[in-house]
């Protein structure tokens, strides 16, 4: 029964919204880029880690709430990976993808590209998401760092390529006019990242094909390595990493054509980088839940249809893995 507060009773590991729909998977993934949790203390996130413990040991002190529940376990799956148990470097936090994510953003959108700051932006970008890839990943098998370097070398190759390759195609497309041209150019971002993004995941992720990833059945007991899980858990995070970039870099431009033909961008021109950034804030923020919604973090799938060496090994109709985000 929930508490005064509307908040339902604390269930330790478990979301407090709903994960079967994806209103609920939404609501718990806002929760989980909470910019503001970026800010917490040292000494707040030990408070945290504590009172779940108290709560795991049944000697939780007199008083305590399900809203001071919820809230600790908010602060610490937004700082310590699930898999580790250790602290995300705070740039590749899901809490931290929108607000170091967003300048990138707007120097991907810049208009008047030079091969030089496409290559810039393109690297920076795919460098960016090769962290937060790697630091969300399924960590139940460790992985050496020689992959990791592999991936994101394979990873900003990729983006590169696709973005100089098609600034180039445009270039020498003589039968469009330089105004068509420009705007054109300004599209180009979006097959460009949203190819190298599906590259980024597989190649930073590929260790967990070739080891599997641990599933659990419904007591939370590990059941077996899967590298079918693995290969789902791969498809799902590669698929958020396509929907992601759509408003992102679909978005600003469309916005930012309107508005620079007003009155207001033309006689102020220098107002257009800041317009332009706080549009990119706003589609940044609104593409990322939505985004990561599509398949909750701890995805089910049937036992059947996992290897049979590890289906004979439980009872369950279905296990659960952690996807990653």
């Known amino acids: ?30 929760d989980i880029i909470d910019p503001r949790t970026l800010f917490v203390s040292e000494s707040r996130l030990q408070e945290a880690i504590q009172l779940l413990e108290d709560y795991k040991h049944g000697t939780l002190p007199p008083g305590v709430t399900n809203k001071e529940l919820w809230g600790a376990q908010k602060i610490k799956q937004a700082i310590i990976h699930p898999d580790t148990n250790e602290k995300i470097f705070m740039p590749f936090r899901m809490s931290g993808y ?13 208009p ?36 990791f370097i592999l991936g ?29 041209r420009l705007l054109i150019q300004r599209f180009v971002p979006f097959p460009a990242v949203a190819s190298a ?6 190649l930073m992720r590929h260790s967990e094909l070739e080891d599997g990833i641990d599933v659990l059945d419904s007591k939370g007991k590990i059941v077996g390595s899967s590298k079918i899980a693995a290969k789902h858990a791969l498809i799902e995070t590669a698929l958020t990493r396509v929907v992601l970039p759509m408003p992102i870099l679909v978005l600003p ?14 006689s102020y021109p220098r107002l257009v980088l800041p317009v332009q950034s706080l549009v990119c804030l706003a589609a940044f923020g609104l593409a990322l839940p939505l985004a990561i919604s599509l398949f909750p973090q701890m995805s089910e799938i049937e036992t059947s249809r996992l290897e049979p060496e590890i289906a004979n090994r439980t009872t369950s109709k279905t296990v659960i893995y952690n996807k990653g985000l």
């Open 253 to 266: 431009p469309i916005i930012m054509s309107v508005l620079e033909k007003t009155s207001v961008l033309r």
């Open 152 to 180: 994101y070398t394979g990873a900003v190759f990729s983006a590169v390529s696709i973005a100089v390759g098609l600034n180039v195609l445009v270039q020498r497309a003589n039968k469009f006019s330089p105004s068509t």
């Open 112 to 147: 008047n590209q030079t091969l030089g700051s496409t290559v810039f932006w393109q690297w920076l970008n795919q460098s960016h998401n090769a962290g937060v890839n790697y630091a969300n990943r399924n960590a139940t098998k460790p992985s050496p760092t020689s992959k």
């Open 1 to 30: 029964m929930a508490d005064s507060n509307g908040y339902p009773p604390f269930m330790l590991g478990k979301p407090r919204f709903e994960q079967s729909t994806f209103y609920g998977r939404f609501r718990h993934f806002l």
């Open 197 to 202: 993004n599906m590259c980024n995941v597989v």
């Open 98 to 110: 929108i607000p170091f994510g967003t300048p990138i953003v707007v120097g991907l959108l810049l």
